[in-house]
């Protein structure tokens, strides 16, 4: 089969070899992927890659081998998966775990959007809680986990404020539920009952001050790539009290959630935000595109199967 590798050279960042198709173990299921979608942080990983790297975490596709323990969706079975890695490739190794079926009215290109950014939108807002009738403020808001978090937070009853760099984007979000649209964090005006925090640097000790006092801020990404200080006597006139909580999504199984996701899709109740979709010979320049935040929305790349 092919598969795209890294090549260490951020001009041409990924290209095709030519491997084995994957030997599943006895709880992973053999799919054949129809698409993919690259995520922001796979770009970076692709700047200096580790020595046997295989990126590729969120895919969709036709399930042609079952696991061998039982487990899992039937041979012919469309389903939307997150791998730990291996998705760039026409065959990708699934634990069942990580699996969801798809039904008839969701296509590959939706369902492969679907899973790192969507699983953590829900994992951040359970780590809140109830969202209903709580001020929250979610900066970095233009990627694909903003999007998410704002359509679920305010169909669950929150007022959010979102922090996004271009009108254009924040229009849409205002779409999504969005009660605010600020485009700098220090515009907002809290205080806040929950901040969600993505950009670190100096946009997050911005962020902490716009914690009500007893707060709670949750800190979930660093965009920004740049480490942020904090001053413990600033939160003295401020945040008194404020918890900062550090959250990675990570954490199998991955199922459940994808199946929810699924279902709220397939509800009309969440609706992924695709900004290209491409043949995956084209991968390098969408990649490229992608890490310099040229594409709005999610990129999705296919592999040609469900043509």
Do not use: C
């Not at 599943?24 to 020595?51: S, Y």
């Not at 998705?87 to 069942?96: D, L, Q, R, S």
């Not at 911005?206 to 413990?232: C, E």
Request: hydrophobic fraction near 45%.
């Amino acid at each position: 089969m092919r598969r795209l590798i890294a090549t260490g050279d951020m001009t041409r960042p990924v290209d095709f070899t030519d491997v084995p198709p994957p030997a599943p173990e006895a709880d992973e299921a053999l799919i054949k992927v129809e698409a993919f979608a690259p995520n922001r942080g796979e770009t970076f990983l692709l700047e200096r890659p580790a020595a046997g790297l295989l990126p590729g975490k969120d895919i969709a596709g036709l399930v042609v081998q079952a696991a061998a323990d039982g487990s899992g969706p039937g041979v012919g079975t469309r389903a939307v998966g997150h791998p730990p890695r291996g998705g760039w490739a026409e065959y990708a190794a699934v634990p069942t775990h990580s699996l969801a079926v798809l039904p008839h009215g969701i296509d590959s290109v939706r369902a492969s959007a679907l899973p790192l950014a969507g699983i953590t939108a829900l994992r951040l807002l359970r780590t809140v809680g109830s969202p209903a009738g709580r001020r929250i403020l979610l900066t970095g808001a233009s990627g694909g986990v903003g999007h998410y978090v704002t359509e679920l937070a305010a169909a669950a009853g929150a007022r959010l404020t979102a922090v996004t760099a271009t009108p254009e984007r924040g229009k849409r979000l205002a779409e999504l539920g969005a009660a605010e649209v600020v485009h700098d964090v220090a515009e907002a005006q809290g205080p806040f009952d929950v901040v969600l925090e993505s950009t670190g640097g100096p946009h997050l000790p911005v962020a902490v001050s716009k914690v009500r006092p007893g707060g709670l801020l949750i800190w979930f990404g660093q965009a920004s790539r740049t480490p942020a200080t904090l001053d413990f006597f600033e939160l003295l006139g401020g945040p008194e009290g404020v918890t900062i909580q550090h959250f990675h999504y990570a954490g199998a199984p991955y199922g459940p959630d994808l199946a929810a996701l699924v279902h709220l899709v397939e509800r009309g109740r969440l609706h992924p935000e695709i900004g290209r979709v491409a043949d995956w010979t084209e991968a390098a320049g969408t990649l490229v595109d992608l890490r310099e935040r040229r594409i709005r929305g999610k990129a999705v790349l296919t592999t040609g199967a469900a043509r």
